[in-house]
């Protein structure tokens, strides 16, 4: 059977998303089909796009393994098109329907195999959407190429995209990823198995609920990467709910549309068990430039450092003398405490704030530590 995915009738009953996708607590799904239900959404609301769309394998009959017991691989009828012009057109409809939806910082990720991905990247492309990166999830438990004549596909390919080339001010979580990778740049290079174990979903009859269940780990990645707490991520091809599981997770608001009820159904028992996390291991990673500016007069305004106070580096090799003005003195010379800093080593430049320790009774302590607590006071406040 091969069906039409061009969209459902102008006379589909309309939803009512303005309330909702303002909430924070958002989480939704959507039955119906994701082109027509997108269309209901306010142009320019959404944040994030993960889209898992049918991949076209074009399967010709049953896969089998060399024992001949049957591998259960996708042939759903929602996996099947008549032709590749046919995959080309729904491929455009959609990802115009999620175009309109975003907001100018919106960008959007598409997963596919080999079959898919190359067709939907260049209708990206042509429809204006800018690549950001390609990545290549490895998955490091394949499943193997039963017949041994083509490399075991290992790994698929999601793309990256913003709106269009001109996008400014898009999510990328730069330094959270580089902090949990131990200070290495995150690369394009994500290994993280298939789906399995307790987090596979199955039915009564033990089988999977659906073929192409992602993995959360992936998901959380995504997410974690291009996204905040609060955003709105939608999922046009929300199957079991593998997104909306984890955006509930990480505290972001989401709307998935699906067309089959069964996977709906599973999708929304999986969703309402999920806890978000407490608030505080969500909040936005703030780097240097981000934290708030806080003067060196505002320690000694502070009482946090007196006038008079004998500032030195680690090894008590240089003292400066503390100014009542903010400024420090070193020997003859006075300056800010990154000045004086790159004049004590006899560099070029300075950071004061980690170079410049005051003593204490538990011994040295950076400058830079009593700078932490009054942003910490800043962001309580």
Known sequence: MVVSRRGASAKASRTKFESESASKSCTRIVIGDCIAEMSKLPAGSVDLVFADPPYNLQLKGDLKRPDESHVDAVNDDWDKFSSFAAYDDFTRAWLLACRRAMKPSATLWVI??????FRV???MQDLGFWVLNDIVWRKTNPMPNFRGRRFTNAHETMIWAARDEKAKGYTFNYEALKAANEDVQARSDWLIPLCT???????NDGRKVHPTQKPEGLLARVLLSSSKPGDLVIDPFNGTGTTGAVAKRLGRRYIGFERDE??????????????????ATL???MTARDAPRVAFSELIERGMISPGTRLVDSKKRHG???RADGAIMLGDKVGSIHRMGAVAQGSGACNGWTFWHVETKQGLKLIDELRAEIR???AAG
Not at 112 to 117: A, D
Not at 197 to 203: A, I, Q, T
Not at 262 to 279: D, G, H, N, Q, S
């Open 121 to 123: 990247g260049a209708i």
């Open 197 to 203: 174990g307790e987090e596979r979903l199955k039915g």
């Open 283 to 285: 909040a936005p990673f």
């Open 376 to 378: 910490s006071e800043m």
């Open 320 to 322: 400066a003398l503390v």
């Open 112 to 117: 596919g195999s080999y079959h898919n991905i």
């Open 262 to 279: 069964t996977y709906a159904a599973a999708a929304e028992a999986r969703i309402a068990a999920v806890e978000p996390l407490p608030e």
